[in-house]
């Protein structure tokens, strides 16, 4: 049986995997049981330098990416690993220990630093002692890196304790065919974690397992847990005892398996009187924002700081380009800005964006320049996200404004032009083709003189893919969170309007009045123009949301879940 590398490399990472003559090394990754952010340092540090990477499952194509994009900002990626499937054949099939073994002997024997993905812990459950073992007979070296077992993540994840002071025990089993295991080792009342193989068909293997379980003198009232997608926001877990378990799972009470999320991930089932205390320690299930599909307006790049603080409370953050970030027209305008950089006729460059940062960093690429150009100059950036920007380039900034991120709050903290002080009175003000003059008129009333120069264009950006679009338009989104009047316009111009159940969440007054102007409905507004007021808005709403259903005693529901008939105008 062959693996399938899948295109994500570069040719001399290609040249470089396949070189001969020296020795192979491959590290075994345990990745826990989902959530990236159960990942030990070591592990995200190995998959960030690999140059092949061998996964078990679809979600660890997710999962490298995830690592990736969370280290873009440190200064710089290496290149682009080689990914290469080793746990199912072309046709979908899994592959066998022996074959999975082969797959990543063959990967390190050019003597690429490879890195082998395992679910859950390395050696506790699966392949990886007889994958390791047949690296160590190539001769090739081995490393280890333990990763948090699904049988530890998944109950605390869901709530469930597996020891309390008067239960200090719990046992674990793996369910591949419940004949095969002798029960009435787990008669007793020790609280047992059973793990389901992904993929499997969960009702009738659960349900036989509990039938053995009762046979074996455990109490049909005993209490049960099942969890799908643990430690994703995908995450569901039923809670009901060994005699019902088979008709609540059968009734579809359990997730839907054709959920991406969950059909890569073992189920976890756990047994035991601990499992009534999920009601008081339930913390992940019951975040405020928890399975919330929301759509972010902007590039995953520059969204990246608010998806992290949605994701936080529980959501899934999908972002959608609505502009496209283009260079000028006229070149020669940032040129010659550049070329008076460098010979010294400014005392401060003010950056508005990131993408001005960005556009800045090009143009210095294109000159052979480096960040020692601007010794002797003043730095300002508009916002924290600009600032990190900078920062990555090893600039520090002298002015971050220390109230509103916002041309205005810049403003606010920024020096007037004096004579004695000031040996220049000029600004390099490089930022969009349609960004406002607020900031150049404040900073000439405090005696500057000002070059605003065009350093990049804004368009709207190509419409996203028509699931997507149908997406938007039929309500399966849960919220949008509209961080300027910009993606409202782009937005609706690209995609269409949001469906009237779909909350509405904006950064500002302006945003809100753009989207009121657009026949939306804005349901939650931000205290203050930052991404994380605007994430901490949205979850408030969420939460107040969640208290009301349960104090009327109705189920807790996302917005997507409820169709309203039509979304009332703002009054």
Same mark, same amino acid.
């Given at each position: 049986? +062959?693996?399938?590398?899948?295109?994500? $490399?570069? #040719?001399?990472?290609?040249?470089?995997?396949?070189?001969?003559?020296?020795?192979?090394?491959?590290?075994?990754?345990?990745?826990?049981?989902?959530?990236?952010?159960?990942?030990?340092? @070591?592990?995200?540090?190995?998959?960030? $330098?690999?140059?092949?990477?061998?996964?078990?499952?679809?979600?660890?194509?997710?999962?490298?990416?995830?690592?990736?994009?969370?280290?873009?900002?440190?200064?710089?990626?290496?290149?682009?690993?080689?990914?290469?499937?080793?746990?199912?054949?072309?046709?979908?099939?899994?592959?066998?220990?022996?074959?999975?073994?082969?797959?990543?002997?063959?990967?390190?024997?050019?003597?690429?630093?490879?890195?082998?993905?395992?679910?859950?812990?390395?050696?506790?459950?699966?392949?990886?002692?007889?994958?390791?073992?047949?690296?160590?007979?190539?001769?090739?070296?081995?490393?280890?890196?333990?990763?948090?077992?699904?049988?530890?993540?998944?109950?605390?994840?869901? %709530?469930?304790?597996?020891?309390?002071?008067? @239960?200090?025990?719990?046992?674990?089993?793996?369910?591949?065919?419940?004949?095969?295991?002798?029960?009435?080792?787990?008669?007793?009342?020790?609280?047992?974690?059973?793990?389901?193989?992904?993929? %499997?068909?969960?009702?009738?293997?659960?349900?036989? =397992?509990?039938?053995?379980?009762?046979?074996? %003198?455990?109490?049909?009232?005993?209490?049960?847990?099942?969890?799908?997608?643990?430690?994703?926001?995908?995450?569901?877990?039923?809670?009901?005892?060994?005699?019902?378990? &088979?008709?609540?799972?059968?009734?579809?009470?359990?997730?839907?398996?054709?959920?991406?999320?969950?059909?890569?991930?073992?189920?976890?089932?756990?047994?035991? *009187?601990?499992?009534?205390?999920?009601?008081?320690?339930?913390?992940?299930? +019951?975040?405020?924002?928890?399975?919330?599909?929301?759509?972010?307006?902007?590039?995953?790049?520059?969204?990246?700081?608010?998806?992290?603080?949605?994701?936080?409370?529980?959501?899934?953050?999908?972002?959608?380009? +609505?502009?496209?970030?283009?260079?000028?027209?006229?070149?020669?305008?940032?040129?010659?800005?550049?070329?008076?950089?460098?010979?010294?006729?400014?005392?401060?460059?003010? !950056?508005?964006?990131?993408?001005?940062?960005?556009?800045?960093?090009?143009? !210095?690429?294109?000159?052979?320049?480096? *960040?020692? =150009?601007?010794?002797?100059?003043?730095?300002? =950036?508009?916002?924290?996200?600009?600032?990190?920007?900078?920062? +990555?380039? &090893?600039?520090?900034?002298?002015?971050?404004?220390? %109230?509103?991120?916002?041309?205005?709050?810049?403003?606010?903290?920024?020096?007037?032009?004096?004579?004695?002080?000031?040996?220049?009175?000029?600004?390099?003000?490089?930022?969009?083709?349609? *960004? $406002?003059?607020?900031?150049?008129?404040?900073?000439?009333?405090?005696?500057?003189?000002?070059?605003?120069?065009?350093?990049?264009?804004?368009?709207?950006?190509?419409?996203?893919?028509?699931?997507?679009?149908?997406?938007?338009?039929?309500?399966?989104?849960?919220?949008?969170?509209?961080?300027?009047? #910009?993606?409202?316009?782009?937005?609706? &111009?690209?995609?269409?309007?949001?469906?009237?159940?779909?909350?509405?969440?904006?950064?500002?007054?302006?945003?809100?009045?753009?989207?009121?102007?657009?026949?939306?409905?804005?349901?939650?507004?931000?205290?203050?123009?930052?991404?994380?007021?605007?994430?901490?808005?949205?979850?408030?709403?969420?939460?107040? @949301?969640?208290?009301?259903?349960?104090?009327?005693?109705?189920?807790?529901?996302?917005?997507?879940?409820?169709?309203?008939?039509?979304?009332?105008?703002?009054?």
């Amino acid at each position: 049986m +062959t693996s399938t590398a899948t295109t994500r $490399t570069t #040719s001399s990472t290609a040249r470089r995997a396949s070189s001969a003559g020296r020795p192979g090394r491959v590290s075994f990754v345990g990745t826990g049981p989902g959530d990236p952010g159960l990942l030990t340092m @070591r592990a995200a540090e190995l998959i960030r $330098t690999a140059q092949i990477v061998v996964t078990e499952s679809p979600a660890h194509q997710r999962l490298v990416d995830s690592v990736r994009a969370g280290a873009s900002g440190t200064g710089g990626l290496p290149e682009v690993p080689v990914v290469v499937d080793g746990g199912y054949t072309d046709a979908g099939a899994p592959l066998t220990p022996a074959a999975r073994g082969r797959i990543v002997v063959k990967q390190a024997r050019g003597g690429a630093r490879v890195v082998r993905l395992l679910a859950g812990d390395v050696l506790s459950h699966g392949t990886g002692s007889e994958e390791a073992q047949a690296c160590r007979k190539a001769g090739l070296a081995v490393e280890v890196v333990p990763g948090v077992p699904t049988a530890l993540a998944v109950p605390a994840y869901a %709530g469930v304790p597996l020891t309390t002071r008067n @239960r200090e025990r719990f046992a674990v089993a793996r369910v591949d065919d419940a004949r095969r295991i002798d029960w009435t080792a787990y008669a007793g009342d020790t609280t047992l974690v059973l793990l389901v193989p992904a993929g %499997g068909d969960l009702t009738p293997t659960v349900s036989a =397992a509990a039938a053995a379980l009762v046979a074996a %003198g455990r109490s049909g009232d005993t209490a049960v847990s099942v969890t799908r997608g643990g430690t994703t926001t995908a995450q569901l877990t039923t809670v009901t005892t060994l005699d019902a378990v &088979g008709t609540d799972l059968a009734a579809g009470v359990d997730a839907d398996p054709t959920d991406p999320e969950l059909a890569d991930a073992d189920v976890v089932v756990v047994v035991g *009187a601990n499992v009534d205390l999920r009601e008081q320690l339930s913390w992940y299930e +019951t975040k405020p924002l928890f399975g919330w599909r929301v759509l972010v307006p902007r590039t995953k790049e520059q969204a990246g700081p608010l998806s992290e603080q949605l994701h936080g409370h529980g959501a899934v953050a999908e972002e959608v380009p +609505t502009i496209s970030v283009e260079p000028p027209r006229n070149p020669q305008q940032m040129d010659k800005a550049v070329r008076g950089l460098v010979e010294g006729r400014y005392e401060w460059v003010a !950056f508005t964006s990131v993408n001005a940062v960005r556009a800045v960093r090009e143009k !210095f690429d294109e000159y052979g320049l480096d *960040a020692r =150009a601007f010794s002797g100059l003043k730095v300002a =950036a508009v916002g924290e996200a600009t600032a990190d920007a900078i920062r +990555t380039w &090893g600039i520090r900034p002298d002015l971050v404004p220390s %109230g509103e991120q916002s041309g205005r709050g810049l403003l606010e903290d920024w020096p007037p032009f004096d004579e004695v002080l000031d040996p220049i009175n000029r600004v390099f003000l490089p930022r969009a083709d349609i *960004a $406002t003059e607020t900031l150049m008129a404040g900073l000439q009333e405090l005696g500057w003189e000002v070059d605003d120069v065009t350093a990049y264009r804004t368009v709207r950006a190509a419409p996203p893919p028509a699931p997507v679009r149908e997406a938007i338009k039929a309500g399966r989104f849960d919220a949008v969170v509209f961080t300027s009047s #910009s993606t409202v316009r782009n937005l609706v &111009g690209i995609a269409g309007k949001p469906h009237p159940s779909t909350v509405i969440a904006c950064i500002g007054p302006a945003t809100a009045k753009t989207a009121e102007e657009h026949g939306l409905r804005v349901d939650v507004l931000a205290d203050s123009p930052s991404v994380e007021a605007l994430a901490e808005a949205l979850a408030d709403f969420g939460d107040r @949301r969640r208290v009301a259903a349960i104090e009327a005693g109705e189920p807790v529901i996302r917005p997507s879940e409820r169709r309203a008939p039509a979304r009332r105008r703002a009054t």
